[in-house]
């Protein structure tokens, strides 16, 4: 889903650009509500975790890979605005220092990938959990759904945009097939990816999971050695306790995604991605520019001058979540000291204080 330079002509990638621009500026500000001490340090994780699954094409039909786009899998872990931001960073990481994704169309990749991920799973998920028992299980089902939803739906949106400012004269109906028709079978992929790492992570520590906030269980007594569930009427329902530290959760997660970036991501599907695809098919591809990084010591997720291609991509792959993980972590950090700013001694004074 990753646009390049040239498939969006200048007027309209500005324009989406502003949006993003608008975008990121609303989600820094909501940011501040959503992360504190304990989920400031989480996001940057996620924003990581993202960037390596990302490079774990996995095949879906007729030579087409896909690939996590993580909008859905970020809102729930760490709240919509912060899931905006976190998808961002690593757009913005892939674009400077890997050439994918064009940089004037930077814009256009935060609006589809981004912002329309984000708010449609994060309202489907909502959306879900209102009719759904407030469980683990909801929590993992309304997941799947949520991410199953928000892969077509940033295809409808690049349909729109690509109405609106496409280079190339391409029958908008058949780019719209073709488009939603694979994202459909990219999306069945994010949903199962999503919802095992949401599952994992509530299954250890449920109240760091932004959309599981509220979760609860029945409490159990030991019956004859049996752990079974209390009546309803004797005993309310207890808050789901924590299976592991913050540091251990936060070191797994971290040494997964350098195993997956450094060593699994050799293994991934080497055909072309749904958007690849589709524009090489249909011809929207005709006037793509070379990227303005392509000369980048990490362009094409390798690195330059490392002749071996599993040390070139597995090093460029520790790398990239390396410095995504540091960057995400700065820009969070930074979101939360300006959150325990606004809320000084000061502000919290009554009057003639």
Known sequence: MHVPDGFI??????????????????SLRGARRELDERTAPLAGLVAAFIFAVQMLNFPVAAGTSGHLLGGALAAILVGPFTGVLCVSVVLLMQGVLFADGGLTALGVNITDMAIVTTVVSYAVFRGLLAVLPRRRRSV???????ALLSVPAAAVAFTVIYAIGGTTDISLGKVATAMIGVHVLIGIGEAVITALTVGAVVA????????????????????????VDAPAAE???????????RRTLWVTGLVTSLVLAGFVSFYASANPDGLEKVAHDKGIDKKAEAHAAADS?????????????RLSGGLAGVIGVGVTVVAGS??????RRRRGADVSPASTAGPGV
């Not at 324009?15 to 990121?24: H, K, N, P, R």
């Not at 993992?140 to 949520?146: G, K, W, Y």
């Not at 959309?211 to 609860?216: K, V």
């Not at 010591?297 to 291609?309: E, Q, R, T």
């Open 9 to 26: 002509d200048a007027p309209t990638s500005a324009v989406t650009g502003v949006v993003a621009a608008g975008a990121l500026a609303v």
């Open 204 to 227: 250890v520590r449920p109240d760091l999971v932004h959309g599981a906030h509220g979760l609860r269980q029945r409490l159990q007594l030991r019956v004859n050695g049996t752990l």
């Open 235 to 245: 005993a309310p329902t207890a808050p789901v306790a924590a299976r592991t530290s």
């Open 297 to 309: 010591p990490l362009s094409g997720y390798g690195v330059k001058d490392v002749s071996d291609a």
């Open 330 to 335: 700065a820009v969070f950090w930074a979101v």
């Open 140 to 146: 993992t089902l309304a997941s799947f759904v949520a």
